[in-house]
């Protein structure tokens, strides 16, 4: 059981969408899930560029694990806008345990496939990867 979680492919398409969230900037967030039985991440939700942190939160589960990327923009205390991308590792007490054993061991081998990350988060509730969080670790 313990590597049958390591042998979770990434679907071409994660790879894809995250180069276009990094590099043209056409997504605010993604949404990451496993699907089990294929064996494979899949992108599960794609959030617009207009769309804001309250529609990112909104769209990872409540009792389930997810893996997601936010590109959060920000402005220093030089007034120089800036952009970071966020890997979040959502993980809520609620999720079953088999699941959130799937998730933390398959996390890093999925976070490496995508080059580019600058911050990971591990989140188990919402008040993990508040706003005030994102802020403090931006800069």
């Given at each position: 059981m313990?590597?049958s979680?390591?042998?979770?492919?990434v679907?071409?398409?994660c790879?894809l969408?995250?180069?276009?969230?990094?590099?043209?900037?056409?997504?605010?967030?993604?949404v990451?899930k496993?699907?089990e039985k294929?064996?494979?991440?899949l992108?599960?939700k794609?959030?617009?560029?207009?769309?804001t942190?309250?529609?990112?939160t909104a769209n990872?589960?409540?009792d389930?694990?997810?893996?997601?990327?936010?590109d959060?923009?920000?402005?220093?205390?030089?007034?120089?806008?800036?952009?970071?991308?966020?890997?979040?590792?959502?993980?809520?007490?609620?999720?079953?345990v088999?699941?959130k054993?799937?998730?933390a061991?398959?996390?890093?081998?999925?976070k490496?496939?995508?080059?580019?990350i600058?911050?990971?988060?591990?989140?188990?509730?919402?008040t993990?990867?508040?706003?005030?969080?994102?802020?403090?670790?931006?800069?």
């Amino acid at each position: 059981m313990a590597n049958s979680a390591s042998g979770m492919a990434v679907h071409d398409d994660c790879k894809l969408k995250f180069m276009e969230l990094k590099t043209k900037r056409t997504h605010r967030f993604i949404v990451f899930k496993i699907e089990e039985k294929q064996k494979q991440v899949l992108v599960e939700k794609l959030g617009e560029p207009v769309q804001t942190y309250e529609d990112f939160t909104a769209n990872l589960p409540a009792d389930e694990c997810r893996y997601a990327v936010y590109d959060f923009d920000f402005v220093t205390d030089e007034n120089v806008p800036k952009s970071r991308i966020f890997f979040i590792a959502w993980s809520p007490d609620t999720a079953k345990v088999r699941s959130k054993m799937i998730y933390a061991s398959s996390k890093d081998r999925f976070k490496r496939e995508l080059d580019g990350i600058q911050i990971e988060l591990q989140a188990t509730d919402p008040t993990e990867m508040g706003l005030d969080v994102f802020k403090s670790r931006a800069n």
